[in-house]
């Protein structure tokens, strides 16, 4: 029997002031009332919203639940009207099932495996050690974003792809506009199709002389040049700009938990454990969305063929029955398990590479500059909105002490 059902309309966005690392407040109460509730879409479909641990678990690892493009017909906060969407081009495997998911991410995951992520550790702390020695030659007062937070992942995910380092620029700001949330629909597609027609001179350029790199290791699969150029958009965009805003957005959060951050200091081996502990509580990609390709039992509801589920994995990350004292960032907390990186088959590719930079970023960060603080008041810190694919800050003033570092 189908039990009585919570509605949440329209999505809720506003996060609360001072609190800039909670998911909407809107949220956090519809999963108050329920792991599941009705979400009626602004084109008048009638959808579902997850926001509880277990459920969001469970229709992630579930087949019957689709992540493929052509049936994300409906946006969570636009009305684009009875749209018919075109299939993910080739190569793009996020926005696919299986079989043909797997076709494109069996070649990579040998690629990003536990043990040669960490042979990277070394390269990670040269690149980390390059970009504090600038910002401390250029004396107090910083972006962390631009000088820390971008481009320490920019340039990995560039040397392990074989993406020319002068190139990052170009990249970086296309991604930001794809991803950010912050452009119209038409610069942000003439934002996509430059990164492609970049990407497919790219692929030829490793076909006429390949490189020692991920791309041209996959030269020799039956990949056509159309699939690694899609290929190579997932790994860069995801390689980026997740990762760059982890870097921003946490160490944002540790310094307005300073006693976590004495905690780091005091005790640096914590850092495997303060990452996970970020990773959850901040949950940069905070959405996803599925498909229902049949009729599926899920929270004592039916979830008809054709409906479209949101799961909200910031909301999931904070469910009380899975993390005791959710909203507590606690560097010690020994509860695992968070949805940070997804589940199922579309768990992230580099989460292992995203870990290895953050487990040498942060603690080189406050080891390097013991008295790191914000710049501006917490409030003036500038976030992204909630329509950007991935939360995080635009910008992050901070100082230091000259002597002190």
Not at 216 to 245: H, K, R, V, Y
Request: charged content about 25%; hydrophobic content about 40%.
């Amino acid at each position: 029997m189908t039990e009585s059902v919570h509605t949440v309309t329209p999505m809720p966005t506003a996060r609360e002031s001072g609190c800039p690392f909670d998911p909407p407040k809107g949220l956090v109460e519809a999963r108050e009332h329920g792991p599941i509730s009705r979400f009626p879409f602004p084109s008048g479909h009638q959808g579902w919203l997850v926001t509880g641990y277990d459920l969001a678990r469970s229709v992630l690892a579930d087949p019957r639940f689709s992540s493929r493009k052509e049936l994300m017909r409906h946006h969570p906060l636009i009305d684009y009207g009875d749209i018919e969407v075109p299939p993910a081009p080739p190569g793009e495997f996020l926005l696919m099932d299986d079989p043909q998911h797997s076709r494109y991410r069996k070649p990579l995951v040998g690629k990003f495996t536990v043990r040669r992520m960490r042979l990277l550790t070394e390269r990670v702390e040269e690149v980390t050690a390059a970009h504090l020695d600038a910002m401390e030659k250029a004396g107090p007062g910083a972006d962390l974003v631009t000088a820390f937070a971008k481009p320490i992942p920019a340039v990995i995910i560039c040397e392990l792809l074989g993406v020319p380092y002068e190139d990052r620029g170009f990249f970086q700001e296309n991604i930001d506009k794809f991803l950010g949330g912050e452009v119209g629909d038409e610069e942000l597609i003439a934002a996509y199709l430059a990164t492609q027609r970049y990407l497919a001179e790219l692929v030829a350029a490793k076909r006429a002389a390949p490189t020692d790199d991920v791309l041209s290791d996959l030269l020799d699969s039956d990949l056509t040049d159309e699939e690694l150029q899609g290929m190579a958009l997932i790994l860069l965009s995801a390689g980026f700009d997740t990762t760059a805003n982890m870097l921003a957005l946490g160490t944002f959060a540790l310094l307005q938990n300073p006693d976590q951050l004495a905690a780091l200091r005091a005790e640096p081996e914590l850092i495997d454990q303060a990452v996970e502990e970020l990773l959850r509580y901040l949950s940069v990609a905070k959405q996803f969305h599925r498909v229902a390709l049949e009729d599926v039992e899920l929270g004592g509801h039916t979830i008809t063929a054709g409906s479209t589920v949101i799961l909200s994995l910031n909301t999931a990350n904070r469910d009380p029955e899975r993390f005791p004292d959710p909203h507590t960032l606690d560097l010690r907390r020994q509860d695992g398990g968070h949805l940070a990186f997804s589940h199922g088959i579309h768990q992230c590719l580099g989460q292992q590479l995203a870990r290895v930079e953050m487990r040498v970023a942060f603690p080189a960060l406050i080891a390097r500059f013991p008295s790191l603080r914000l710049a501006v008041p917490a409030g003036e810190v500038a976030l992204r909105p909630e329509t950007a694919d991935i939360y995080g800050v635009k910008s992050l003033p901070v100082t230091w002490d000259q002597d002190l570092g």
